[in-house]
C-alpha cells in the first residue's frame, strides 16, 4: 500500500509544480546566465 | 532564452516524440537531430546560423587537420585554442559595442563562451588521440550544434558526447518517466521559485540597505542563483536524456562542499572540471608542488572571471577566490574527506566556504550598479 500512496503523492507534487509552471510562464523570461 | 518559449518548449518536446517513434532506425537521433538542430537555430535567428555553420565546419577542419598533423603538432595545437578563443574575445568586444559592425552583435554570441569550451575538448582529443580521433562531421555538428544545451550548458563532453553518438536513441519507460520529471523540476524551479524570489529581491534592492539588508540580499540571490541554473541545467538533462544523450551533471551537493576547491568541483560542475581537465591537470601533470598548484588555481579562477564577463567585477570576482583557493593549496586544506574528520569540523568547513562564496556571488547580479549598491550597503551598519 505504501509505495502506492507514495506514487500518488509523487504525482500530485509534480502536477502542482506544473499547474503553477502554466500560471507563470510568461515566454519572456530570461535566464541570467545569458547575460554574461 | 529558447526554454522559456512556448514554440521552443514545443518543438523541442515534439523532437523527444519523434526520436521515441523512430526508435528502431539505428541512426535516428544522428540524422534527425541534425536536422532539427540547424532548423531551431535557424528558426530563431538566420544570422545565429549561419554564424554557427560556418564555426562549426571551420572547426571541424581544424579538427580533421590536427588529428592527422604529423609535424609541429603541439604550436598547432595551441594556435588553433588561440584562434577560438580570439574570435570569442573580439564577438564578445562587438557585443559590448567596444566596437561596431552592422554584421556582428550580441545575437551570435548566443551559447559561444559554452561552445567554445566544448570545441577547445575536441581538439584537445584530436591532439592526445592523434589520427585515430576519427569523428563523422554530423556527429561533430550535433555535438557543437545540440540544442538542449546550447545556450548555458552544462558543459558537454566530446567523448562521452561521442560514445553516446553510437547507441540509437532508446529511451524506455522509466528513463522517460525520469527525464519528464526532471524537466517539470527544473520548470518549477526556473519559472515559478525564481520569480517568486527575484520580485522580493527587487523590492529590498530598491530600499536603502543596511548591512542587514545587504547580508540577505546576498544570501537571497545565492539561493535564487542556485534555482535559476540548477533549474535550467535540469531542463537540459531531462531533455538531453529523452533525445539519447547522457548529459552531465551541474550541481551536486554544492552546498555541502567543505572547501573552495571541493565547492568548484560540485557548483557548475561541468566548469569547474573544464578548467581542471584541459588547463590544471594539462599544465602540471601528475603530483603538482604546492606552489604549482596555487599558481594554476589563482590563473584558473582569473580565467573563470573572464569567462563569465569582461568586467572589473569579474576579475575582482575571479581574484577573490582564486587567491583563497591558492591558500587552500598553500596551507595543503584543499581536501577534506568527510570519514576522516568529526561531523562539527566537516559541517563547520562547510559553513566557512558557504560564507566565502556568499560574500562574492553577488556579481553574477547582472545588474552591476545593484551589485555596488549592495556592496556599499554592507558596510553601512545600523549604528554608524
Known sequence: MAPVVRKIIEILAYLVMLVLVLIYFTGNGLFIYEEF | ??????????????????????????????????????????????????????????????FVWLAWLKTARFPSFL???????????????????VWQHPWFDAVITLGLIYNVLKVIDALYFAYFIGKDAVVP???????????????SGPILKFRDFMADAKQPCRVDAQAAETSVKRIILGLFKKI?????????????????LTTLHSLFLMVWFYILIYFDFSGYSDIAIGFGRLMGYN?????????????LTQYWRNWHATLGDWFRDHIFTFAARKNPSRLTAAG??????????????????????????GLLMAGENLLSQSLVNKRKVSKAYFYGRCLLTQAFVTLAVIVYCPDQEMVLKIYRGLLHLPFL
Not at chain 2, 517568486?196 to 529590498?204: A, G, I, K, P, Q
Open chain 2, 192 to 208: 515559478v521559485l525564481v520569480t517568486w524570489m527575484t520580485d522580493l529581491f527587487d523590492r529590498v534592492g530598491a530600499m536603502e
Open chain 2, 1 to 62: 532564452m529558447w526554454y522559456l518559449n512556448m514554440s521552443s518548449l514545443l518543438a523541442i518536446a515534439g523532437m523527444a516524440i519523434v526520436l521515441g517513434l523512430t526508435r528502431f532506425w539505428p541512426q535516428n537521433k544522428r540524422i534527425l537531430l541534425l536536422v532539427f538542430n540547424l532548423c531551431f537555430i535557424g528558426v530563431y535567428s538566420q544570422k545565429l546560423a549561419v554564424f554557427y555553420i560556418a564555426y562549426t565546419l571551420l572547426n571541424y577542419a581544424a
Open chain 2, 79 to 97: 594556435a588553433l585554442i588561440a584562434a577560438n578563443v580570439a574570435c570569442v574575445t573580439v564577438l564578445r568586444l562587438f557585443a559590448m559595442d
Open chain 2, 247 to 259: 548529459i552531465p551533471e551541474n550541481f551536486k551537493r554544492p552546498f555541502l562542499s567543505p572547501t
Open chain 2, 137 to 151: 562531421i554530423i556527429d561533430y555538428a550535433n555535438y557543437v550544434l545540440f540544442v538542449p544545451t546550447f545556450t
Open chain 2, 296 to 321: 594554476l588555481s589563482l590563473l584558473i579562477m582569473l580565467l573563470i572571471g573572464l569567462w563569465h564577463g569582461f568586467s572589473w567585477l569579474y576579475v575582482a570576482w575571479g581574484l577573490y577566490h
